[in-house]
């Protein structure tokens, strides 16, 4: 064999063996892109569905949130309404000591000696006309209506706390 020859024979070899790696390249890329396009179909399913849960659970959150908030908002208010309705009675209970409607007065007991207050027999409660009563002065009223006002605040306060705790805790 000529070298020309030998070379003309190398290269339609190399043609040869170039059109057969091209054409399994081709049968391949044909194979794999089928498989890829499913997995890859699959893989977007399985995305959609991922996403679709997410929103689900996004919206069931939103929903007791805004449940939770409408709660919260009841409760503020019924918290104001009982705080006002008592800053009212206190204010007119105070109204009624000033122009003197009304007189804060305590039991005497009955031994001016005794430092006990509490009747020696058991009798029934409420208004006894028979008992010593001391009327209290004006303003040691106001202050003893103003205690309990600060009171009162703080037990409705303390109401509005635990109903809020309550609705959070759920």
């Known amino acids: ?3 020309g020859t030998l070379k003309l024979l190398i290269a339609g ?24 396009a499913e997995q890859a179909n699959a893989h977007l399913s399985d995305l ?21 908030e409408q709660q919260l908002t009841t409760s503020d208010q019924t918290h104001h309404r009982a705080l006002t309705d008592a ?8 109204d009624r000591l000033a122009t003197a409607d009304v007189r804060l007065s305590v039991l005497l007991a009955e031994d001016p000696a005794s430092c006990s207050g509490v009747p020696a027999t058991p009798g029934a409660v409420g208004v ?11 303003a040691h009223a106001q202050r003893i209506i ?9 037990l409705i306060a303390l ?6 705790a309550r609705s959070v805790s759920r």
Not at 128 to 138: F, K
Not at 148 to 154: F, L
């Open 128 to 138: 006894v006309h028979g008992a010593r009563r001391a009327q209290l002065d004006p």
């Open 159 to 164: 109401q509005a706390c635990q109903s809020y």
């Open 48 to 68: 959609a569905k991922i996403g679709s849960a997410a929103a689900d659970q996004v919206q069931a959150e939103q929903g007791k949130r805004l449940a939770l």
């Open 1 to 3: 064999m000529s070298p």
């Open 146 to 154: 103003a205690i309990t006002d600060a009171g009162d605040r703080g």
């Open 13 to 36: 070899v190399a043609v040869a063996l170039i059109l057969a790696i091209s054409a399994t390249w081709k049968v391949q890329d044909w194979r794999y892109s089928g498989q890829l």
């Open 87 to 94: 800053q009212r009675n206190q204010d007119r209970l105070r």
